[in-house]
């Protein structure tokens, strides 16, 4: 059959059937050496492709073989011509040809999958390297994808790659080896398929076996299913029956107890209600609020009582009886813990009296219709706890939050009196004693109470001013007592302190017990919250007090600094007397306060330390030098600052006594005016550091500093002569200088005392400052009296030396006299006048200076006498002349000289051998034995002519104003 003859369709038909079943037969025979041929698996395979080439007897032949394998004797005779009875040998040899060399390249492939398959048999991985492996590997992947479809062009030309390149004569052919590609290609595939076949096909009967054997086992479990639900049935109509009988009788039972109970519940809290109702018209606060919250604990636990009907409003009605005993328990608690309403009952009669007779002595003419405003006092009834602790004790038995609610409210409500009550209290005591006419109610506001007010207070004496203070204080105190109490009622009932307890024994055992038992269920938050509400009411209490106190300073602030100490001290005293009471109860400073009297006491104290200066320079330029009258009461001011006594006598009179000296640390003074005057300046200054510690620095500098200006201005009066152009003296006498001394020497005594009074109120780096001060100041003190003392031995130094100028003239006179016939000697000239000035000095000395002083003064005037005169006598060499009369006129001075000496003290002893008297005997010698009835005559002067001769004399002779005081 040539390629190019047409092949009729029944031919054709018959060559597919042909080819199929020779390619079958290749199989068979190709699977007669392979093991994996004879699986089961394999075979059925073989079956499925015959049916699917319409092969079904040579199929089932193949299968046969396959199974048992085929021999030349189990083939019928002529059963091939019964299959193909056309086909001839000589219809495939153009094929044979053809694939001759194809085949010969497949069985070679064969045999090397089935050495692969051997080689392989004990295991085969996916991941293996086998000849079939290869033949799978070998089909391009082109033939795996998913939409492999060769009716698409695409897909046709990729897979028959090389047609195109080929000429139509070898078509044919190329087509050929490309079918026949295609063929090994779907050989290797199936191949593959085969083995994998037969390589699970035990692992699928084992599994069909297992399932067969799960199938019979589920068929037993259902029979024994059936036959265990009969069995459930049966007991269930002998047993199960009677038994959920028995059970619905019991729950039927059940709701019947459940419903008696539900309508007792019913009937006992409908019963609750009705007695709370009765508790509150009976006034029985706490077992009103516990059947309230038995109601409420009832609504709470059992829903369906909180939802009948009837009950719907109970609980809003629970709320508001609550609510309700509430504020009746806190407004009763209130009203007991509160004092009067009325201000005016706190505001005593003797408070009033002592203002009247106050506003009397400073000149005030208070009304008559005024003098007794109040009608009644605190009785001990208002003042003691047994109205505060019952309405206590029932909040006790109510419950914390409202014992707290309740302190709360009473904290308000005495904030609110004491602002009130100042206030009235205020417009009781001036109405007492001016004409105030505005009436004062608890809506008045601050502004208009402090316009109508301040212009009054502002016109009071600084007496009256004080006194009011007093009062006012006198009314916090009622308050603070009050607040004490109800601090003292919460700690001893709450927290059982046993000093509060003690403090309330006196009220009654069986309060204090009762009201113990009903704190046991306060827990200790609550106890220290009502505590803490406690301690502020009285904080605050003290706060609004010490706020309308300085409030009231801060009014009178001008009046304050510009009156005079006294007064100043007496409204510093009142308001000291208000801090220590506040600061005791509170337990802390009053710092607002305290700040305001500082400020204020600053300014008093700049304004009066400015005064106290400028009268003190002004007495001082006027002052005579003259012994000073002395007040009476200055011994006794002076004495308790030696003493260190805590307060001082109160001066109420300026009263001038007889008295000229004071006595200070044993030791006499004689003070002049301007002395007088600062000592008590400084006693004011020691007062007022006393009375307000918070000044002591600024006193001290104060202090300092007036001794300071006195001590230059004495200098340069005195030792610069300033008095003489100041206050019109004629001349600085011994007197000046010693009553200057007695003055300086006054305050070096009392210097100490201040230094230890004053640093005993400082506190800090600035004491030692302050002490420098007074040390520095303490020797400007001693420098000042001893040059007092050289300026009086300077003066004595200067008249002897004008007095030995006369006693040169006389000598000189003697010796040119005519007449050479001796006289009767007596003194002359230059002996009378010094031993007079001697006298006056000596005088007012120890008339004037201690003991000390006074040796130390006279001690170096003979001393300097002595050597002066002496010197003198020698450099005139009187003793080297022969002339008689000289001699005896210069014995006869010496002796009156010498004489005059004799009561002066000497300084040391090796003075006691006096050069003037050695130089005096010297002469008595040389002039011979006296006669009788020529003996050196005594200077006798009466001491109203030395004091009126003298005392002008014995002064510088010129002023000394280089000094550094």
């Known amino acids: 059959m040539n390629d190019g003859d047409a092949v009729p369709d029944a031919e054709r038909g018959t060559l597919e059937r042909a080819r199929a079943c020779?390619?079958?037969?290749?199989?068979?025979?190709?699977?007669?050496?392979?093991?994996?041929?004879?699986?089961?698996?394999?075979?059925?395979?073989?079956?499925?492709?015959?049916?699917?080439?319409?092969?079904?007897?040579?199929a089932k032949l193949a299968s046969e073989r396959?199974?048992?394998?085929?021999?030349?004797?189990?083939?019928?005779?002529?059963?091939?011509?019964?299959?193909?009875?056309?086909?001839?040998?000589?219809?495939?040899?153009?094929?044979?040809?053809?694939?001759?060399?194809?085949?010969a390249g497949f069985v070679e492939d064969r045999e090397r999958s089935a050495r692969s398959a051997e080689a392989g048999s004990s295991g085969w991985s996916p991941a293996g390297t086998g000849g079939s492996e290869r033949g799978v590997e070998s089909v391009p992947a082109l033939f795996f994808d998913e939409i492999f479809e060769l009716h698409q062009p695409e897909t046709f030309s990729r897979a028959c790659v090389g047609l195109d390149e080929v000429n139509i004569r070898n078509l044919a052919r190329a087509a050929m080896e490309t079918q026949e590609d295609f063929i090994a290609h779907l050989d290797a595939v199936e191949e593959h398929l085969i083995r994998e076949i037969g390589e699970k096909s035990d692992e699928f009967f084992t599994a069909l076996?297992?399932?067969?054997?799960?199938?019979?086992?589920?068929?037993?479990?259902?029979?024994?299913?059936?036959?265990?639900?009969?069995?459930?049935?049966?007991i269930r109509e002998q047993l199960v029956k009677p038994g959920q009988l028995m059970l619905s009788l019991r729950d039927k039972r059940d709701n019947l107890e459940t419903l008696t109970e539900t309508f007792t519940k019913v009937a006992a809290l409908q019963q609750m209600r009705t007695d709370m109702d009765v508790f509150v018209e009976s006034s029985d606060y706490s077992g009103a609020l516990q059947l309230a919250e038995d109601i409420k604990k009832a609504l709470a636990e059992d829903e369906v009582l909180a939802k009948l009907t009837c009950f719907g409003t109970l609980p809003e009605h629970v709320e508001y009886t609550r609510n309700k005993v509430r504020e009746v328990m806190i407004s009763d608690f209130v009203e007991g813990a509160s004092l009067p309403k009325d201000a005016r009952t706190l505001v005593s009669a003797r408070t009033l009296d002592r203002l009247s007779e106050v506003a009397k002595t400073c000149g005030m003419e208070p009304p008559q219709s005024n003098s007794k405003l109040t009608q009644q006092n605190i009785d001990e009834e208002i003042n003691s706890?047994?109205?505060?602790?019952?309405?206590?004790?029932?909040?006790?038995?109510?419950?914390?939050?409202?014992?707290?609610?309740?302190?709360?409210?009473?904290?308000?409500?005495?904030?609110?009196?004491?602002?009130?009550?100042e206030r009235v209290a205020i417009h009781i005591m001036l109405s007492t004693i001016t004409q105030v006419r505005r009436q004062i109610t608890p809506s008045t506001d601050d502004t208009v109470f402090d316009s109508v007010h301040a212009t009054v207070?502002?016109?009071?004496?600084?007496?009256?001013?004080?006194?009011l203070l007093l009062g006012l204080k006198d009314i916090f105190n009622s308050y603070f007592e009050r607040a004490k109490e109800v601090r003292a009622m919460v700690r001893a009932v709450i927290t059982s302190d046993e000093e509060s307890l003690a403090a309330l024994r006196g009220i009654g055992e069986g309060l204090i017990s009762a009201a113990r038992d009903a704190a046991v269920n306060?827990?200790?938050?609550?106890?220290?919250?009502?505590?803490?509400?406690?301690?502020?009411?009285?904080?605050?209490v003290i706060d609004i007090a010490q706020g309308r106190f300085a409030k009231l300073l801060g009014v009178r602030a001008p009046m304050n600094v510009a009156s005079s100490s006294r007064e100043f001290m007496a409204i510093t005293e009142a308001t000291n007397a208000f801090l220590e009471l506040a600061e005791t109860v509170g337990k802390h400073r009053c710092l607002s306060l305290r700040t305001t009297l500082v400020n204020q006491g600053k300014s008093f104290v700049r304004e009066q330390h400015s005064l106290s200066a400028s009268k003190l320079i002004s007495l001082l330029e006027c002052e005579t030098w003259a012994r000073a009258k002395l007040p009476v009461h200055l011994q006794a001011l002076v004495d308790a600052l030696m003493e260190g006594a805590m307060t001082f006598p109160d001066v109420k009179s300026e009263d001038i006594g007889d008295v000229s000296s004071i006595v200070v640390g044993g030791e006499l003074f004689h003070p002049v005016n301007s002395a007088v005057l600062l000592v008590q300046i400084l006693v004011d200054y020691v007062r007022m550091a006393r009375q307000n510690p918070s000044l002591s620095t600024e006193m001290t500098h104060r202090t300092i500093d007036l001794i300071k200006q006195y001590n230059a201005g004495v200098c340069q009066l005195i030792l610069g002569a300033g008095a003489m152009q100041v206050s019109k003296l004629k001349s600085i006498t011994a007197k000046h200088l010693c009553l200057?001394?007695?003055?300086?020497?006054?305050?070096?005594?009392?210097?100490?005392?201040?230094?230890?009074?004053?640093?005993?109120?400082?506190?800090?780096?600035?004491?030692?400052?302050?002490?420098?001060?007074?040390?520095r100041m303490f020797r400007d003190l001693k420098l000042h009296k001893s040059e007092i003392h050289d300026k009086l031995v300077s003066i004595m130094s200067e008249r002897v030396d004008f007095h030995l100028h006369r006693l040169s003239f006389v000598v000189k006179s003697l010796r040119e006299r005519k007449s050479k016939t001796v006289d009767p000697i007596t003194p002359s000239e230059f002996a009378t006048a010094l031993t007079k000035e001697m006298g006056t000095l000596k005088r007012v000395i120890k008339e004037l200076l201690n003991e000390a002083d006074q040796r130390d003064v006279l001690g170096r005037v003979r001393r300097e006498l002595c050597a002066a005169i002496v010197s003198k006598v020698k450099s005139l060499e009187i003793a080297a002349t022969d002339d008689a009369t000289i001699v005896t006129q210069i014995s006869t001075d010496l002796d009156v000289v010498n004489e005059s000496m004799v009561e002066l003290p000497v300084i040391s002893e090796d003075e006691n051998e006096d050069a003037l008297a050695a130089l005096a005997c010297d002469f008595r010698a040389k002039r011979g034995t006296t006669t009788p009835g020529t003996a050196a005559p005594t200077v006798h002067a009466s001491a109203e002519e030395q004091t009126k001769e003298n005392e002008e004399h014995i002064a510088p002779s010129s002023p000394n104003a280089s000094s550094t005081h």
């Open 22 to 58: 020779a390619y079958l037969s290749s199989v068979v025979r190709a699977s007669e050496g392979v093991e994996t041929a004879r699986a089961p698996g394999a075979l059925e395979a073989l079956e499925m492709m015959a049916e699917r080439a319409g092969l079904d007897a040579l």
């Open 66 to 103: 396959g199974r048992g394998g085929w021999t030349s004797t189990d083939r019928a005779p002529g059963d091939a011509s019964k299959l193909l009875p056309e086909v001839s040998m000589k219809d495939f040899e153009g094929y044979l040809s053809a694939m001759r060399e194809r085949y």
């Open 209 to 234: 076996s297992d399932l067969h054997h799960l199938h019979e086992a589920m068929a037993g479990t259902q029979r024994q299913v059936a036959s265990m639900r009969k069995s459930v049935r049966d």
């Open 385 to 421: 706890l047994e109205k505060m602790i019952p309405p206590f004790i029932s909040l006790l038995y109510s419950g914390s939050s409202f014992v707290c609610e309740a302190l709360q409210s009473w904290l308000t409500a005495i904030v609110e009196d004491v602002r009130l009550v």
């Open 457 to 467: 207070i502002r016109s009071l004496p600084a007496e009256v001013f004080a006194e």
């Open 522 to 540: 306060i827990d200790h938050a609550s106890s220290q919250s009502a505590l803490a509400i406690a301690n502020e009411a009285l904080s605050k």
């Open 740 to 775: 200057a001394q007695q003055s300086v020497s006054l305050f070096i005594s009392l210097l100490p005392r201040l230094q230890e009074i004053m640093c005993a109120l400082i506190q800090g780096p600035k004491l030692v400052l302050l002490r420098q001060e007074f040390d």
